[in-house]
């Protein structure tokens, strides 16, 4: 597509429930950026993707995330047993390699009741 | 370290000039520059990478000045368009390879015909 685009756009579920969520980058965008982004708040760095390979996870805030990429396109975020404390916009950025500028996707608003 | 931006909030009248800064404690590889509308996925506007360069497009420009680790925005003559949340992304200098971009928590800009 001619964009980043991002599935679910909205993301409602109970505590403690399991979420996928997945981001189709630009094509030909080898580098693949996670974000969290909380009400009013900044962005904050998630993960980082250059081909399949993830060379920094840190940014991952516990255990109970986690993320992959195939085929050096598609990436899913995942997050076990989900706490009220993971909502928040997930947003997902590519850019053509690193180090380059990042086009972002719409997003994935997450509700955890 | 998140990047300060400031200030954290302007108004102003269409036509009025604007400068948001950013700064840094860290040694800075590139200073990227965003602008979020409500509810939108973030549109980058410029990168400017070490070495002090400055950069501009139509009325927004920017710099970079490396020795201080800050970056501006400047905003000419705003139009209504230019609303909106302005963040700043920091890749910092070591490391060697591209890393997610660290955000200030933003500036809120808002123009008033």
């Known amino acids: 597509g001619a964009g980043v685009s991002q599935s679910p756009s909205n993301k409602v579920t109970e505590k403690g429930k399991d979420v996928e969520l997945r981001c189709d980058p630009i094509s030909g965008h080898t580098a693949l950026y996670w974000y969290r982004q909380s009400l009013g708040q900044g962005l904050e760095f998630l993960i980082y993707?250059?081909?399949?390979?993830?060379?920094?996870k840190s940014g991952l805030p516990s255990d109970r995330f986690s993320a992959e990429r195939t085929g050096g396109s598609v990436s899913t975020l995942t997050i076990q047993r989900t706490q009220q404390e993971d909502s928040a916009v997930y947003l997902c950025?590519?850019?053509?390699?690193?180090?380059?500028?990042?086009?972002f996707g719409d997003g994935t608003r997450l509700s955890i009741l | 370290q998140q990047p300060v931006q400031s200030p954290q909030a302007v108004i102003l009248r269409e036509g009025e000039d604007a400068v948001i800064n950013c700064s840094s404690s860290?040694?800075?590889?590139?200073v990227h520059w965003y602008r979020q509308k409500h509810g939108e996925a973030p549109i980058f506007l410029m990168i400017l990478l070490k070495g002090g360069e400055q950069k501009g497009h139509d009325k927004i420009s920017a710099s970079f000045n490396e020795k201080k680790q800050q970056s501006s925005l400047y905003l000419t003559a705003s139009q209504l368009s230019y609303s909106g949340t302005y963040f700043c992304?920091?890749?910092?200098?070591?490391?060697?390879?591209?890393?997610?971009?660290?955000f200030g928590k933003g500036t809120h800009l808002i123009i008033q015909p």
């Open positions: 860290k040694a800075l590889y590139s």
């Open positions: 993707f250059q081909g399949n390979s993830a060379p920094d």
């Open positions: 950025a590519s850019s053509s390699q690193g180090r380059q500028p990042q086009h």
């Open positions: 992304g920091t890749e910092i200098a070591s490391g060697g390879g591209a890393d997610g971009l660290t």
